[in-house]
């Protein structure tokens, strides 16, 4: 089986892709997710990324749904592109995929918000060639592949005091996947997670663009630990672009197949053994 990883488009079509399908010629392809454009992102740097405060605070609810309609339309336009070349596809959404607030902060918001979130919209596009596995699960030949959640901000364990806030969220982000690798215990199983687990492939290293995280780790916690605990034969991630690379925890290969945009991806071979390789389109 061969299987091509592709993911954080960013609102940019991949137009690469039918270069990248006809020289690997998969059999499956997983996305990681991201498929949104984030036209808000230098207003969300400069008013919400440090407090996690909603950007419709600073710049009200009507401008912040425009951006939001904006982003959704650019990553339902790559969702249809990829869904042309009729191969099936794996995916879970990523940060960048607007979704209910409390999946990825402690913020509550405001329920007319609902039809603006993606999760609505990559639900209308599934069919027998696209599913989305978002604390979920499907089978593909002889392999499980189980989904996680989007990233959570800021990404890693949150610090004690914010701690306490976020740990009910954790407790039942961490129930749901439990549930499901239980459920297909000494099966072959692929984790897919948009964010990588903390602490592997998951480094700031883009000082101009990310001056408030440059060296942090940003990798997901609940991802570690369930790597940790379960060990499935490979985790596809990605989110942290710059630190794009293979890594080892435990037993399970870690991907983090950098973006799209900047014309990366991973091919993964399965056979006997597992081979992986990193690559960038020309």
């Not at 191969?87 to 979704?99: E, K, L, R, Y």
Request: charged residues 30%.
């Amino acid at each position: 089986m061969k299987i091509l990883v592709i993911g954080d488009f960013h609102g940019k079509v991949p137009t690469i892709l039918p270069k990248i399908i006809k020289k690997e010629k998969p059999d499956l392809i997983v996305s990681q997710g991201d498929f949104c454009a984030f036209f808000e992102k230098k207003l969300f740097f400069k008013y919400s990324f440090v407090d996690q405060i909603p950007l419709e605070n600073f710049i009200g609810k009507k401008k912040a749904k425009r951006y939001y309609q904006k982003d959704i339309a650019r990553g339902i336009k790559i969702i249809k592109y990829i869904k042309k070349f009729n191969i099936p596809i794996i995916a879970v959404s990523g940060n960048h995929d607007p979704a209910k607030y409390s999946d990825i902060s402690t913020h509550s918001r405001d329920k007319t918000w609902d039809k603006f979130y993606l999760t609505d919209f990559l639900k209308k596009e599934e069919n027998k060639h696209f599913k989305i596995i978002d604390f979920n699960a499907t089978k593909f030949q002889n392999l499980v592949f189980i989904g996680t959640h989007k990233s959570s901000y800021p990404g890693y364990l949150p610090n004690k005091k914010s701690w306490q806030k976020n740990r009910p969220i954790y407790l039942r982000y961490r129930k749901k996947v439990e549930k499901l690798f239980k459920k297909y215990k000494n099966q072959k199983i692929i984790l897919v997670s948009h964010n990588v687990p903390y602490k592997v492939l998951d480094q700031v290293k883009d000082k101009k663009a990310h001056k408030l995280a440059y060296k942090s780790h940003k990798g997901s916690f609940l991802t570690r630990e369930t790597i940790k605990k379960y060990q499935p034969l490979i985790c596809i991630s990605g989110h942290i672009h710059e630190s794009h690379g293979i890594q080892k925890l435990g037993k399970t290969i870690v991907i983090n197949s950098g973006a799209a945009y900047e014309k990366r991806y991973v091919v993964i071979e399965i056979n006997r053994k597992i081979k992986v390789k990193l690559r960038k389109a020309k």
